[in-house]
């Protein structure tokens, strides 16, 4: 009698403790997207909440129809882990199998599925609408423009034949009479020096 009071003893403790322990586990309360949620606009990020704080190696993979989606990074912060996505999602099913480390050390996992249908209207819209790098960019393609304009005009005046040419010429014309004028100057004057000797000379000779 005694052992069935024992034995009855330790399944009324085991029935009262499994229910709090089992509540103790760190478990997920919220997503984005949300479970069976059908998600008509592009997204950028799956973020999964849990009820305590979770331990920043706990991580999380998404599968599609394709296979695995590739994620940029993964955030841990205190209960909430963020995954941000490397491009976006196609039309179709996906899964999400998260692990985690809870607030208590006890590793725990879980899954859930979400699918996207997003219209072909708004991801053209997406993909068409221009971004700030675009805008500040194309604004500076005319200055660009003008600035190459410009140096090609100074290169093609600096490097222009007709130009040089005409001065070279100018300046050999300027140069050429006054090299051939000093010699027919001093020539002239040897002649006329010449010249008032011999009527010097026959003017003596006159007189005498």
Sequence with gaps: ????????????????????????????????PEKDEQVEQPIHQIQLDFHTDIAPLSSFTVTGEQGAIELEEIQVEGARMTGLLAGDLENG????????????????????????NVPESAVTEEQTEPSAEDTSSNADTP??????????DESVTAVDPDTNSTEVTDTAVVKEPSSLSMPMLIAGIVIIAIILAVVLVVMRRRRS
């Excluded at 069935?4 to 085991?14: E, I, K, P, R, S």
């Excluded at 200055?143 to 090609?152: F, I, K, M, V």
């Design 1 to 32: 009698m005694k052992k069935f009071y024992v034995v009855g003893v330790l399944l009324a403790f085991v029935l009262l403790v499994t229910p709090h322990s089992a509540f103790a586990h760190t478990h997920m309360v919220s997503s984005s």
């Design 93 to 116: 099913t996906y899964t999400v199998d998260w692990k985690i480390v809870g607030e208590d050390g006890h590793p725990m996992e879980g899954s859930y599925s979400f699918s996207v």
């Design 143 to 152: 200055a660009n423009d003008n600035n190459g304009n410009a140096a090609t």
